[in-house]
C-alpha cells in the first residue's frame, strides 16, 4: 500500500527562500488586515494541512479506486466508504474556508496556500479531492461574476462546505467545441430560467456528501445567437435553497448515469439530465464563456496539481521501494555478504527517480508563483504589477496544466517501471496513480487544447507581449549570472533555449499568415509547449540552485537539503533539459510532413488533403 | 466498442516486396522440402489468420478483461466466457502447428508467418494470446535441447495445442536477479527430481483451456553452486503423462492464487506452489540459464510483438474516431454547412495518428525482418548466412522487446488522447489497450535490463564486431541512395546518426574502462537502446520509402498504398526521428549527473555516493 509524506521541507524552501512570499504578501493591505501573511502562520497551516491530509485522504485513496460511486434507482449517489466521514472533518476544520472572502465567512489566506493544499490532497487522493476541488472553482465564478443577491445566498454555503459546487459544460457531442451545445435556457419570467438538456462528464456531479450541489451550467437562452456568443452561464441547485437558505424543493436534475473510467473512480463522473430545472442566471446573458473561464482557469491550475501531486506521491513509493529493494550486484557492494544491493545503486533506477524529482520540483516552484501571482493579481494595491502578474498567470496557466500533468502521468509510468513486475499489480498501489493521472491530460481541455491557447492565444494573438515580458525577465536573471560558478553554465543554456523560443514563436507566426498557414499553428503547438516548459522549468531550476549554493557557501546545509538542490539541477540541465534539442527540429519542421494525402495515408474519403 | 481489421495489404508489402521472403525462403531446402516457401500459400494462410483472430479472438477481448480468471479452492482456474471454446477451435484449426517440426507434427511454416499470426493475436486480445504464446516458448526450449525421449512425448502434444506450456522464472525475491532464487530441486534417483518452491508472476500458469500444462522451471539441484551458475531447468508437468501419453497422475505443483492486475485481466497470472513436484530434467545440469534464454529470446520477441499488435489496433480505432467524430471548424471546411468538421483536420490529430502509423509500420517491418532472420538462422545451409543472422537476432532482439513496446504504450496512449474525454471511459474500449500495453515495458525483462543486454552484452562485450556489421549493411545503404531524388535526405541524416551511434558506443566503452566507470553503462543504456531503435528503423524506413517510390515511379500506386509508405517515411523523418537529437546529449552526459549524493539526494542511509 503506498504512502505519502507531504514535503514540507521543499514546500518551505519555496515559499520562504525562492518566493520570498511572507514579504511580499505582507505589503498588501488584503493579507496585512486579515494577518495572513505572517511566515509562522503560514507555515503552521501548511503543518496542520499536511497533518489532515496524510491521516485522513491517504487511506482511502485505494478505497475509492476498488469501491467506486455507486447510483441508486432514484439517481441519488452514494460515494466510497469513508468519503463522506472525511468530508465532514475537512468541513469542520474550515478547510473549503481557507483563501476565501472573509465577507463570506472565508479566512482569507492566500492562494499560495490553498494552492499547497490542493497539491498534497491530490499526491493523497486525487478523487476525493475533486469533490472540494470543483466547488472552488464554482465560488470563484460565482464570486467574480454572481450578482449580490446570488453571493449573499450560495457563497456562505461553499464557503463553509455545506453545499459543493459543479461545472456542467460538456455535451455527448460538444466536448472542446462547446459553441455548440445544445442545453437551452427559457425565460420563466420570474426570475429564473428554466433549463433543458444532457451534460456529461460532470466531476462530483451527484454525491452524498454535502446537504447541497450547486451546477454551474452553460446554456443558451432562446434568441441567443448560434455560437460560443449565444452561451450564458447559469446556477442550478439541486435543492432550491428556502428563504432562510436550507436546502428545499428538488429541482429538475438528475444524475442519469455515472461512468466507467479508467481512474480516479472515487469520483462520481456524472451524466445530468436538466429536465426544466429553474436557473438562475450567473453575470451577463451570452458571456457564459467569459464567466466560465473564471472557472475554467482554476480548473486548469487545479489539474496541473493533479499532475503534480500524483508525480510526487508515485516518486515518494519508487524512492522507497528503490532502496528496500535489494536485486543484483553493484560494485563497490552496498550489502557485502548479502545476496543483493537495493536496486537504488543502478544508474538507470537512479535515472528515473531523478526524472520524478527535478520535475516535480520545479512543478512545484512554477505552481506556487503562479499562486503568488494570482495574489499579486487580485490584491495588489498597485495596477501595473495586478496586470503585469495577471499577464504571467494567462501565459503560463496552460504550462502549467499541460506540462504538469504530461510530466505527473510520465512520472507515475516511471516509478511504477522502478517496481518491475509489482508496479502492474493491483495490491502495491503503483498502477492506480498511473491510472489516476491519465486523466489529468485529457480534461479541462485537452492538453493538445492547452497548448493551441498558449500558442495562439496567449503569444501570438497579443503580439508576443506577454511572451517578450518574460523573455525580458529571465535574460535579466541569465545576465545578472552568466559568470557565476556554479550556475553559469544553466544561464548560458537557459539564455540559447529563451532566444531560440523568441525565433521559433516568429517562424510559426511567420509560417501561420502565410496563404494556407492556418494550420501551422496547430502543427507545432504541442511541441512548442513542451519547448515553453523546459524553458520555465530551467529558469526555475537555475534560481532555485542559486539559493541553494549560496546556502552551502555560507556553511548552511545543515541536512543535505541545499546539496539536493543543487544536484538535481544539474541532473535536470543534464538529462531533461536536452529535450528541446529535438523539440526544436521538430517546431520547425511544422506542418509539412503532417499534410498528408488523407485517402492514401489514411484512407479518409473527405479527404482535406489530397485527391 | 473497438474494432480490428488485419493490416494484410501492409504485411504483404513487407514479406514480398521489402523483404522478399518467398524467393529467399525457397533458396532454403528445409521450406522448399515442406512446400511452405510459396507465396501464394503464405498469402492464403496470412488471409486465414487474420479471418480467425477477427473472427474469434476481437469479440474475447473485452469479455476477458472484464471478467478476469478465477480460482477456486481447488487451485483450478476458470478462464473468461468464450476463450476456451476460442481456443478449441484454434486448436481444431491446427494453429499451434503452423512453424512447428514436421517431425512432431508441425506443419513446417516460416517464423515469418507465425511472426504475423503473433502480431495480429495481438492486436485482437492479448491477454488469450498468452496462453498459446507461452507454449510456443517451451516448445522452442524442449525441441532445442529436450532429450529425444522427452522430445517424442511433450511435444506432440504442444504442437498439436493439446497441451501448453508455462515458463516458471521469477519468485517473490528474485525477478531480474535469478542467480538467487530458492527453488529447489532433490534428485529421485529415479531419472526424476523433486521440485520444490514458489514461483509468482506464471502467465498461464493455471487454467482450463487445454487437457495438461507443462511447467518449464528454473531450480537448483541439491549440491549446485550458487548464482546463475547453478541453475537447471526441469519440465513439470501438472498431470504426469501416462505410458500412452494421456494426462495421469496429479503432480505436486498447485496454484496459490493469481495476482489482480492492471491489465492482461483475461490470462490467469499465477502464483505456483511446487511442492516435491516431479520435474524431469531438460538439457544439462546448471545449464538452466542458457536454455532458458532459448525460451526468453523467443518471449522477447513475443512481447515485442504485444507492443506492436497494441499499436497496430489502437492506432485503427483512434483513426475511426479521427474520421468520425466532428469538433470545430477548419479553414478550408470539410463539410460546409455543418456545425463542425471531423476532428482529423486538425494538425495535432493527424501528428498523433501519424506517430502511431509511423512507429508500428517500421516495427511491423522490423519483426518481420527478424522473425525471417530467424527462418535463415535455423534452416540456411550456408554456415556464415546463419551465423550473420543469428547475430543479428541477438543484436536487435532487445531493440525489438523495448522499443516496439515502449512504441506501443506510446501509441495507445496517444491514440486514447485522440478521443478525448471518450477515451478514459471503459466502454470506448482505449483505456484498455493501454492498461494492457503497460506489462509489455515490464515483463521478460524490463525495458531497462533490455537496454543493458543491447549496449553491455550485443554490442560492448563482443568488442562491436555485430553493431559493425549491421553498421556496414547500412552504410552500403546508404551510399548507394546519398544522391536519390526522393530518399537521399533521409539517407543522410540516417548516415549521420549510424555514424554518431558509433562515436557515441566509443565514448561509453572508454568510460566504462576507467576506474569508476563500471556505472557508465547502465547510465546510458535507455538512451541508447532508444538511439539505437531510430536508426534502424530509419533504415527501414527509407528503404520502405525507397521500394514504395520505385512503384510510383512505374505508375503502379493504384491505391495509393505507395504514397501512403511516402508520406508517413517523410513524417517519420520529419518528427520523429529527431528524437535522436536529444538522446545523442543525455548519452554524452553519462553517469555524472547520476552520481548524486544519496544521503542528501534520496536520503538513503546506506549511501552508495556521498557522506
Excluded at 457564459?288 to 508525480?311: D, E, K, S, V, Y
Excluded at 480534461?443 to 496567449?458: F, H, S, V
Aim: net charge negative.
Amino acid at each position: 500500500m503506498p504512502t505519502y509524506k507531504a514535503p514540507l521541507r521543499d514546500i518551505k524552501f519555496l515559499m520562504n527562500e525562492l518566493l520570498g512570499a511572507p514579504e511580499q504578501l505582507g505589503k498588501m493591505p488584503y493579507y496585512a488586515q486579515n494577518e495572513t501573511a505572517d511566515q509562522d502562520l503560514l507555515e503552521q497551516v501548511l503543518d496542520e494541512a499536511a497533518r489532515f491530509v496524510e491521516t485522513e485522504l491517504v487511506p482511502l485513496n485505494v478505497v475509492g479506486d476498488r469501491e467506486g460511486c455507486v447510483r441508486h434507482d432514484d439517481g441519488e449517489v452514494t460515494t466510497p466508504t469513508g468519503f463522506k466521514a472525511a468530508y465532514r472533518k475537512y468541513r469542520d476544520a474550515g478547510w473549503p474556508a481557507l483563501d476565501a472572502d472573509p465577507a463570506f465567512g472565508g479566512q482569507g489566506m492566500p492562494h499560495l496556500i490553498s494552492n499547497v493544499l490542493v497539491e498534497m490532497m491530490n499526491s493523497a487522493n486525487v478523487a476525493w479531492s475533486m469533490y472540494p476541488g470543483l466547488s472552488h472553482g464554482a465560488y470563484s465564478a460565482l464570486h467574480a461574476v454572481g450578482s449580490q443577491e446570488l453571493k449573499d445566498l450560495y457563497l456562505p454555503k461553499l464557503v463553509s462546505g455545506e453545499w459543493t459546487g459543479t461545472m456542467c459544460l460538456t455535451e455527448p457531442h460538444a466536448g472542446t467545441d462547446l459553441g455548440i451545445i445544445r442545453t437551452k435556457a427559457s425565460d420563466n419570467g420570474d426570475g429564473t430560467y428554466a433549463i433543458t438538456g444532457t451534460k456529461i462528464f460532470i466531476s462530483a456531479g451527484e454525491h452524498d456528501m454535502a446537504d447541497n450541489i450547486l451546477h454551474l451550467v452553460l446554456a443558451r437562452l432562446d434568441g441567443s445567437p448560434q455560437g460560443t456568443k449565444g452561451i450564458s452561464l447559469f446556477l442550478v441547485p439541486k435543492y432550491i435553497p428556502t428563504a432562510d437558505g436550507k436546502p428545499g424543493e428538488r429541482n429538475g436534475v438528475i444524475c442519469g448515469s455515472l461512468e466507467h473510467k479508467m481512474g480516479i473512480n472515487g469520483n462520481a463522473t456524472a451524466v445530468l439530465n436538466f429536465d426544466g430545472a429553474r436557473g438562475w442566471l450567473v453575470g451577463e446573458i451570452n458571456k457564459g464563456m467569459n464567466h466560465m473561464f473564471i472557472m475554467m482557469n482554476a480548473a486548469r491550475l487545479g489539474t496541473g496539481l493533479q499532475g503534480l501531486g500524483l508525480g510526487e506521491v508515485a516518486y515518494q513509493n519508487a524512492l522507497t521501494y528503490a532502496k528496500d529493494r535489494t536485486q543484483m550486484r553493484h560494485e563497490p557492494r552496498v550489502n557485502p555478504g548479502e545476496q543483493a544491493d537495493p536496486i537504488i545503486v543502478h544508474p538507470d533506477v537512479r535515472r528515473m527517480l531523478l526524472t520524478g524529482k527535478a520535475y516535480t520540483e520545479a512543478g512545484r516552484a512554477l505552481a506556487m508563483w503562479l499562486a503568488l501571482s494570482l495574489d499579486v493579481e487580485h490584491h495588489h494595491t498597485d495596477e501595473k504589477a495586478r496586470k503585469e502578474a495577471a499577464d504571467l498567470v494567462a501565459l503560463l496557466t496552460p504550462i502549467a496544466k499541460a506540462f504538469m500533468t504530461d510530466n505527473g502521468f510520465n512520472i507515475a509510468v516511471q516509478s511504477q517501471q522502478v517496481y518491475g513486475g509489482h508496479g502492474f499489480i493491483k495490491e502495491w498501489g503503483m498502477e492506480q496513480f498511473v491510472r489516476d493521472a491519465r486523466i489529468g491530460q485529457i480534461y479541462e481541455g485537452t492538453n493538445g487544447i492547452q497548448a493551441l491557447d498558449l500558442l495562439g492565444r496567449k503569444v501570438l494573438m497579443d503580439g508576443g507581449k506577454k511572451l517578450q515580458k518574460l523573455a525580458a525577465t529571465l535574460q535579466e536573471f541569465a545576465e545578472e549570472h552568466e559568470g557565476d560558478e556554479h550556475i553559469g553554465d544553466y544561464v548560458n543554456q537557459l539564455g540559447k533555449a529563451a532566444q531560440q523560443l523568441g525565433s521559433l514563436t516568429m517562424v510559426i507566426g511567420q509560417k501561420a499568415m502565410q496563404e494556407g498557414g492556418a494550420d501551422e499553428v496547430n502543427a507545432a503547438a504541442v511541441d512548442y509547449l513542451r519547448y515553453f516548459g523546459h524553458v520555465v522549468y530551467g529558469y526555475l531550476w537555475a534560481r532555485m540552485a542559486k539559493v541553494a549554493q549560496d546556502r552551502i557557501d555560507a556553511g548552511q546545509d545543515r541536512d543535505g537539503f541545499y546539496l539536493s538542490k543543487v544536484q538535481t539541477a544539474k541532473f535536470y540541465f543534464a538529462k531533461l533539459f536536452p529535450e528541446t534539442k529535438a523539440l526544436a527540429a521538430t517546431i520547425k519542421a511544422g506542418n509539412e510532413s503532417i499534410a498528408v494525402d488523407d485517402k492514401a495515408v489514411f484512407g479518409w474519403e473527405k479527404a482535406l488533403v489530397g485527391a
